[in-house]
């Protein structure tokens, strides 16, 4: 069996990471999730147990990654930025003020990968962050809205190379 990638590896510390921010986070899926049925989509990012309301709340984040664009750093060194992307869902209900739920577990979310330094010594020291909040909106997904959170995540990482044939 062959090892891990780098990506394999960071893509675990991103989502151990994640699900460590706030105990609402709700579902993660470590790649964008796609099916053909809209209301089947929404029930992939449903918590498992209802609110107070009796609902399941619709809660959850995917991780992709978008580039990785790699430049030489060092006589024999190659530093690759990671750029993946932290896409948030979270169930639109006006009466509990959802939006400003969501607004501060994206926060929670940027500042806790703000805040790390290596991702558990996988990325360099320092090599993580800083986030960007690029997209927040409605979106519609079946019969239900939610708010929808686009956060970019930058992390660097310098691998050794050899150029032995």
């Known amino acids: 069996m062959a090892s891990p990638t780098k990506y394999s590896l960071l893509l675990e510390r991103v989502v151990i990471h994640l699900s460590n921010v706030d105990s609402e986070i709700g579902q993660i899926h470590r790649y964008e999730r796609v099916v053909d049925n809209k209301d089947a989509f929404l029930n992939m990012f449903r918590m498992p147990e209802k609110d107070n309301r009796g609902r399941y709340p619709i809660r959850g984040w995917t991780i992709s990654r978008t580039q990785t664009p790699g430049e030489p750093s060092a006589f024999g060194e190659l530093q690759r930025t990671y750029m993946f992307i932290l896409r948030g869902y979270w169930g639109l209900e006006d009466g509990a003020a959802s939006e400003?739920?969501?607004?501060?577990?994206?926060?929670r979310v940027m500042d806790a990968f703000d805040d790390e330094r290596d991702l558990q010594g996988q990325a360099e020291q320092y090599g993580v962050g800083p986030t960007s909040l690029d997209s927040f909106e409605l979106?519609?997904?079946?019969?239900?809205?939610?708010?929808?959170a686009e956060i970019s995540l930058p992390v660097i990482v310098t691998r050794n190379i050899s150029y032995a044939a």
Request: aromatic content about 16%.
């Open 100 to 107: 400003l739920a969501f607004q501060d577990i994206v926060e």
């Open 139 to 148: 979106r519609q997904f079946g019969s239900a809205l939610a708010h929808y």
